[in-house]
Structure formats: structure tokens, C-alpha cells
């Protein structure tokens, strides 16, 4: 009997098993930080385990389920707050705000662990942080609605260097960018992930478009240059598993030097997964690989379930994995257009309750946009990084200037489509309701997946 409830057929428990977890920890979330935010999360809950019962056992998503709820429980502490110390490390640099986990405060003498990430307004707002960092702060500690869960408005701070190579990768880039007179260009921000390259006014346009995702390091960039490196090495005649090494080792400083970025982390454990199973001749599916990368990240970081932009990396993820086989048996055109389609129709849900805007162009748009600028503003970036390493400044100064080009007739471009095609907004509760439709929905089409033959 035992048995028969452990046992079912599927190619990817894990990804049923992540699922689990992530409601857990979101019940948690919803008791301790949303006032009657947990009766939503505890009817999608039971839909999930309905949904997943016929891929996995009950009881097995039920202790997965148990086990997001305890490390919820273990980690989102609700200190008070007021003037605090804070010590913690930097994960998504800047100037002027940044952000940190993992730290510790100080209240009333005592020194407590605050696990979850915490936005800080430093005072000396031409202050450059860096990825890597240990920051120690003194100042006012607030409670925000969404994620970070905390913000510091500091009156005081400082940051140093305790292991200088993790840091290395963020100053060499920022330094680079600034190098070629890059830094205030969309040509960074695709590289880097990092939007405070980009003006406040183009950075709400391209929001507004729905195509932000393209200028956040996401799969296609870590993707790209996993692809580059790995085929720069074969012309070395080196082994496979050398080569798989060494690529895994250059994606994993260039993942720091994105801050990591939550959509940049999530690719890069995909890609270690699917490396170590490569390494050892044992095959899984990308949806398994999916599951296994992201408890990973959500048990490491519990909070990191109220962050829009872990939600939106992996429903568009988990989407075009699971339509993966309708994708790979079209042409090239046609991949692309379902790439688009399915990323942007997955996250609806999300960008409709949280953001309350619908475009009507993000997806002509994606299409267009990766092959004419995200594409070559990559390569682009990554010329200037060897080119300059090997001292060959006439081509680094001529991909540079074309870039700014390209950066400057982009801005103009999304500034009169913006114009001409203003995106949909809707009010709060018209917006729930037409999430909680399209999510709805796409739970039935993942339903039916799974019983296709």
C-alpha cells in the first residue's frame, strides 16, 4: 500500500515537488506578513495537490510542502522597527541603493540574524557598492509591502572587500562600462542586468512595452554565454569534460558580476545541474532540472517567493520547458514567435496583479528586439572585454561607439512606440480577477500535459 501512494510515473517529480515547497513557503509568508493573504494561497494550494496527484504521491508533495512551511518558518523573522546596525552581504550592487542579505541587525545591544534580503538608501548617494561586499550600516530599518521585505535608510555606512575574487567581477565591468563610456547606455543594462544604467523615463517606457525582461540577465544571456564560451573552448581540442568545466567556472563569475541576479542565479544552478548530470552520463529532464535548481534557491532563501522577479524567471521558465517539444518542432520563425507567446503569456498572471498593465506589443516586440539589439549588444560587449584584455583598443573604441549608437536609437524607438501604443492598465480588482482567470487556465493546459501520451 505504501508503495502504491510513493509511486507514479513522471519524467519530473521534482518539478511537482517545487511546487510544494513554494506554496509552503508562501502560506508562511502570507500568515506572518500579509493580513488574510492565506486563504487564496491555501485554495491554490489544494488545486496544485490535486493537479499533481496524478504525478506524484500526496504524501510526497505533502512533505515537500511541510518543508517550505519550516523554512519559512525558521528564517522570516519580524524584528522591530527603528534605529538599527546592520552587517550584511551586498547581492545586487549600485549607487546610491543597493541590496544585501543574509545579515545580521543590531537592536538594543543584541546582535539577531535577518536572513531576507533588505533594500538600503545609502547616505552618500555617489557611494558605488559591489556585488560581494560585507556592507555595515547604521540607520533607520523599515517594513515594506513587497519585496525586499526591509528597507535601511542609512545615516552611515561602509563596505569592504572579505574575499576580494567574488567582488572582482562586478568592479572589473563597472570599470570597463566606464572605460568605453558605457555606463549610462541599454547596451549595459543587457549585459549586465542592471537597469540603473538606464534613465528613469526609458526605463517606464520599456516596462510599460513588456519587454523589461529583456534588459534583466535571464536565460537568454547566461544562455549565450555558456554557448560562446563552450564553443570558443572546442576549437582548443580540449575534452569534454574539461570543456564543460571551464565553462561552468567563467558562467559562474559572470553570475556574481550580475549582482547574482535572481533570473541570472536561477539559469546558472539550471546549467550546473544539467552539467554534473552531463558529466556523469545520467539524463534528466529540463523540468526536473528546473525543480531541482529552484528548491535550491527557494530553501537557501525562503523570502525570495515574494520577489516578482523570482515569480515571473520561473513561470516563464517552467512554460517554455513544458511546451518545449511544440517549440523544437517548428521552424526557426516560428520558434521564435512561440518563445515569445508562451513566455509572455505565462506571466500574465503575475504582471497583471502586481503591475495592473497589459501590452499589446511585448511580444512582436521580444521577437524583433533579440535578434536586432539584445543579440549583438551582447557580443558586442563581450568584444570589448577581450579586445581590451588584448590590448587591441581601435576595436574596442568602434564596437563601444556603435553600441552608444544603437543604445540612443532604441531609446528614441521604444519613446514613439510607447507613444503610439500606450499599454493596456486596469484597476486593482479587474486585474486580480483576470490573473486569477489566466492562472486558472494555465493550470488546465499543464493538467493536460501531463496526460498526453
Excluded at 555606463?183 to 549595459?188: H, Q, Y
Excluded at 525570495?304 to 517548428?330: D, M
Aim: hydrophobic share 50%.
Amino acid at each position: 500500500m505504501l508503495d502504491g501512494l510513493l509511486k507514479r510515473k513522471t519524467a519530473f517529480p521534482f518539478l511537482y515537488c517545487l511546487l510544494a515547497v513554494l506554496l509552503g513557503e508562501l502560506l508562511v509568508f502570507a500568515l506572518i506578513w500579509k493580513e488574510n493573504g492565506w486563504l487564496p494561497v491555501v485554495f491554490l494550494a489544494t488545486a496544485v495537490l490535486l493537479i499533481s496527484s496524478k504525478q506524484i504521491s500526496p504524501l510526497t508533495w505533502l512533505v515537500f510542502f511541510g518543508i517550505g512551511c519550516f523554512a519559512q518558518i525558521v528564517t522570516l523573522k519580524l524584528p522591530d522597527t527603528g534605529k538599527v546596525e546592520y552587517v550584511g552581504r551586498i547581492c545586487k550592487g549600485g549607487a546610491g541603493s543597493i541590496e544585501a542579505s543574509m545579515g545580521k541587525i543590531l537592536v538594543d545591544g543584541e546582535w539577531t540574524n535577518l536572513a531576507p534580503a533588505v533594500n538600503i538608501k545609502l547616505s552618500n548617494r555617489d557611494t558605488t557598492a559591489f556585488p560581494g561586499q560585507i556592507i555595515w550600516t547604521a540607520g533607520t530599518l523599515e517594513r515594506q509591502e513587497s519585496y525586499p521585505l526591509f528597507k535601511i535608510v542609512s545615516s552611515v555606512e561602509g563596505c569592504i572587500d572579505r574575499v576580494e575574487i567574488i567582488s572582482f567581477p562586478g568592479k572589473f565591468v563597472d570599470g570597463l562600462l566606464s572605460k568605453y563610456r558605457l555606463e549610462n547606455t541599454i547596451a549595459a543594462a543587457v549585459f549586465t542586468g542592471n537597469r540603473r544604467h538606464i534613465d528613469y523615463e526609458t526605463r517606464g517606457r520599456i516596462s510599460d512595452l513588456g519587454v523589461a525582461h529583456l534588459f534583466a540577465v535571464s536565460g537568454l544571456h547566461i544562455g549565450l554565454m555558456y554557448l560562446l564560451v563552450h564553443s570558443l573552448l572546442s576549437f582548443l581540442m580540449l575534452g569534454r569534460n574539461t570543456r564543460i568545466l571551464i565553462s561552468i567556472t567563467i558562467l559562474f563569475f559572470y553570475t556574481l558580476s550580475t549582482g547574482p541576479a535572481i533570473s541570472a542565479l536561477r539559469t546558472f544552478l539550471m546549467l550546473f545541474c544539467y552539467s554534473i548530470f552531463k558529466l556523469i552520463d545520467y539524463r534528466q529532464h529540463p523540468l526536473n532540472i528546473l525543480g531541482i535548481s529552484g528548491m535550491t534557491l527557494v530553501i537557501a532563501q525562503p523570502s525570495i517567493v515574494a520577489s516578482i522577479s523570482f515569480q515571473l524567471s520561473f513561470f516563464a521558465t517552467a512554460a517554455l520547458l513544458i511546451f518545449l517539444p511544440e517549440i523544437e518542432n517548428r521552424n526557426l520563425i516560428g520558434q521564435a514567435f512561440l518563445v515569445g507567446l508562451i513566455a509572455q503569456t505565462a506571466v500574465i498572471p503575475l504582471s497583471l496583479s502586481t503591475f495592473g498593465t497589459l501590452s499589446i506589443v511585448g511580444i512582436p516586440l521580444t521577437i524583433i528586439m533579440v535578434p536586432i539589439f539584445v543579440v549583438p549588444a551582447y557580443v558586442g560587449m563581450i568584444v570589448i572585454l577581450v579586445t581590451d584584455l588584448l590590448g587591441l583598443s581601435v576595436i574596442s573604441d568602434f564596437v563601444s561607439g556603435s553600441l552608444r549608437v544603437m543604445s540612443i536609437l532604441l531609446e528614441e524607438t521604444t519613446k514613439r512606440i510607447g507613444e503610439a501604443l500606450p499599454s493596456i492598465r486596469l484597476e486593482p480588482f479587474p486585474a486580480y480577477l483576470v490573473s486569477l482567470l489566466s492562472l486558472f487556465l494555465f493550470f488546465i493546459v499543464f493538467w493536460h500535459f501531463g496526460h498526453k501520451p
